[in-house]
């Protein structure tokens, strides 16, 4: 079994800034890809930004210079840096590792940015 846990969702003001926590457990061996997806009301979920076992990060186009994905080395923890947030960032965010050619899911942290 493989479990992810996210925190450091909350309310925000527009232009503000948070940081999101995820930390991965279980049957895991060695370090995997890991990523972090959002869903906003009535919306499919998107990509946000992922990052290899190596450190190599890529971004939706919508939050590029804005959000800054990080893992700690050696461990199936990251984090996402979210700045200059916006109306439309507002969502569910889930932290997402891939393992054996399976993705697992957390159970995610919300995100809510006022104008």
């Known amino acids: 079994q493989v479990q992810l846990v996210e925190s450091g969702g909350g309310l925000v003001q527009a232009g503000g800034s948070l940081r999101l926590s995820c930390a991965a457990s279980?049957?895991?061996?060695?370090?995997?890809?890991m990523g972090w997806y959002r869903q906003a009301p009535g919306k499919q979920r998107e990509l946000v930004a992922t990052?290899?076992?190596?450190?190599?990060?890529n971004y939706a186009d919508s939050v590029k210079g804005r959000f800054t994905v990080s893992r700690v080395k050696g461990k199936n923890t990251v984090y996402l840096q979210m700045n200059s947030l916006k109306p439309e960032d507002t969502a569910v965010y889930y932290c997402?590792?891939?393992?054996?050619?399976?993705?697992?899911w957390g159970q995610g942290t919300q995100v809510t940015v006022s104008s």
């Open positions: 997402t590792i891939n393992f054996r050619f399976q993705d697992y």
């Open positions: 279980g049957s895991i061996f060695g370090t995997r890809p």
């Open positions: 990052i290899t076992s190596a450190g190599t990060s």
